[in-house]
């Protein structure tokens, strides 16, 4: 048992660094000196603010330097050398997916100081041709979702409809079901931090186009891709909706809710019962999230909970043949 466990550790470990780049995002930019020279081994750090975690790269030969593997989340961007002030870009949002460029300038000065650079991020991602949009955690939680469904959100971005697939002549629309720039539904990618979240063999069926629907509150963000999107993402000729989980930072937090239905707060409807009731719908949605740091600046924890309980009734409606029909 031992040896599988550590088995399992070696290839999670392999499998982390040879991963493609799904939910994290990638820092690039050149660092210049007043003239307009490109600077060669300038020593350039990240930090997230939330974290306190900093990773640091030189430039090489031309420049140019590139952080891969970057965990959304706001960073301060520094370059150095001696014989040159620090430059710093403060509050670098880095999206999920995102190819972010930062472009630093060395001034003249002793490393004790310290220069702001405006206008160091740019704010189209020029280092990329996918195209698509970036819906934020703020976002999923804020607006309305009937059902709690996040991917519904993906009806925001352009090019983007809702389908609806079903059986007979009733079409029942499902979880994350829409079609992208004319597409069949069933032709989009869902991923969830990089982990295949397709729910294969129900084009025909009323299911969920997902494995998992996460809770909109456990969702950091999500990147709509509808164009051009890079190959590390494969299979998808519709759109790939990229979901990045939130995680834990240096602050404690958390939030709990419930969202809750009742027969008696619904409306009757066209169609009623024989009986002349309201079909009953009592549906309850409940759970909570919290994440913080189990070492500071290190170490982070986050998890989530969400129930969920219905009770449903439907009034259907048919035809019976008459004699002369028979």
């Known amino acids: 048992m031992k040896r599988a466990f550590l088995a399992m550790l070696l290839v999670l470990g392999v499998s982390s660094s040879a991963a493609a780049q799904f939910e994290t995002a990638s820092i690039v930019g050149t660092v210049r000196d007043d003239t307009g020279a490109v ?3 300038a020593a350039v750090t990240i930090t997230n ?11 090489d030969g031309s420049g140019n330097y590139e952080f891969f593997t970057v965990r959304l989340g706001t960073y301060v961007v520094t370059a150095e050398k001696a014989g040159f002030a620090v430059a710093v870009a403060d509050s670098v949002r880095v999206a999920v997916g995102a190819r ?4 630093l300038n060395l001034q003249v ?3 004790t100081e310290r220069i702001e650079v405006t206008g160091a991020v740019t704010q189209l991602e020029t280092d990329t ?4 949009q970036v819906i934020t955690g703020e976002e999923t939680r804020a607006l309305p979702l009937n059902g709690r469904e996040y991917s519904a959100l993906s009806l925001l971005s352009p090019g983007v409809r809702q389908s609806s697939i079903g059986t007979g002549s009733v079409a029942q629309p499902r979880e994350g079901s829409f079609n992208v720039n004319g597409l069949r539904s069933t032709f989009n990618n869902f991923l969830i931090d990089g982990v295949d979240n397709n729910a294969y063999g129900t ?7 997902q494995v ?3 809770s909109p509150d456990a969702v950091a963000e999500f990147r709509v891709v509808t164009n051009n999107m890079s190959a590390e993402y494969g299979r998808s000729g519709g759109a790939t909706i990229n979901v990045a989980y939130r995680g834990g930072t240096n602050r404690l937090q958390g939030s709990a809710w419930e969202f809750y239905r009742d027969t008696s707060l619904n409306a009757t409807g066209f169609f009623k019962s024989p009986s002349g009731d309201k079909p009953p719908l009592e549906r309850n949605q409940f759970g909570g999230v919290i994440g913080g740091a189990l070492v500071r600046n290190k170490a982070f924890f986050f998890a989530d909970y969400e129930g969920f309980r219905q009770t449903r009734g439907l009034v259907a409606n048919t035809t019976i043949a008459n004699t002369a029909q028979r």
């Open 49 to 59: 603010i939330e974290t306190g975690v900093s990773s640091t790269r030189n430039t």
């Open 100 to 103: 972010q460029r930062v472009d």
């Open 129 to 132: 041709s996918q195209r698509g």
């Open 39 to 41: 600077v060669d081994g």
């Open 203 to 209: 084009s025909n069926q009323g299911f969920s186009n």
């Open 212 to 214: 998992m629907q996460p």
């Open 109 to 111: 000065g002793a490393l």
